[in-house]
């Protein structure tokens, strides 16, 4: 005979009768303990979640890690938080207030790469690319395959550079193998 709620109380038929050998005692609920359960924060703003969570909050992990693919920080995870300012999450990625990734990277890098240059020589073009130049993958991947070393791949470059291909094969001052 089982008495009590669902919680985990002992039957206590067994008790009583002395069949039982070990006793299972159940925990306090959560709103017994220090005034119930922790009550989740509604934040007004971003601006006052960074506080606590200074680079946002993910509903799971999958979440988060789509994320960092994206080039924002880890944020935390925790799916309490999210729902309870889920109207913070203004673009619906399952994140809220997320903030791009500190980099060391200063600003001129990230700017628009030069146009290609012309090269009037293969032995100038080597200078500032060691390998040659490919149109694509798969020309490079024929060089790799033909004995020659791995060229650098950019159709931009090559398609400046296209008269140093001698052979046309997609590879413009390409190096054998040693």
């Known amino acids: 005979?089982?008495?009590?709620?669902?919680?985990?109380?002992?039957?206590?038929?067994?008790?009583?009768?002395?069949?039982?050998?070990?006793?299972?005692?159940?925990?306090?609920?959560?709103?017994?303990?220090?005034?119930?359960?922790?009550?989740?924060?509604?934040?007004?703003?971003?601006?006052?979640?960074?506080?606590?969570?200074?680079?946002?909050?993910?509903?799971?992990?999958?979440?988060?890690?789509?994320?960092?693919?994206?080039?924002?920080?880890?944020?935390a995870i925790d799916r309490g938080i999210y729902h309870a300012n889920r109207r913070l999450d203004r673009d619906h990625d399952n994140t809220i207030c997320e903030r791009p990734r500190a980099t060391a990277t200063p600003a001129s890098v990230l700017s628009v790469p030069p146009p290609p240059r012309r090269f009037a020589t293969c032995k100038a073009m080597r200078q500032t690319f060691r390998f040659g130049v490919a149109r694509s993958d798969a020309a490079a991947d024929r060089q790799?395959?033909?004995?020659?070393?791995?060229?650098?791949?950019?159709?931009?470059?090559?398609?400046?550079?296209?008269?140093?291909?001698?052979?046309?094969?997609?590879?413009?001052c390409e190096v054998p193998e040693p």
């Open 1 to 75: 005979m089982r008495e009590g709620n669902a919680k985990g109380s002992v039957v206590r038929a067994v008790v009583a009768a002395g069949v039982a050998l070990v006793c299972f005692v159940a925990a306090a609920p959560a709103s017994a303990i220090r005034g119930g359960p922790p009550r989740l924060r509604r934040y007004a703003n971003c601006r006052s979640q960074w506080h606590d969570h200074p680079s946002g909050v993910a509903r799971s992990y999958r979440a988060a890690d789509r994320q960092w693919a994206h080039g924002f920080a880890w944020p």
């Open 144 to 172: 790799t395959s033909g004995g020659f070393r791995r060229p650098l791949v950019s159709g931009r470059v090559y398609r400046k550079n296209r008269r140093l291909d001698r052979d046309n094969d997609g590879t413009a």
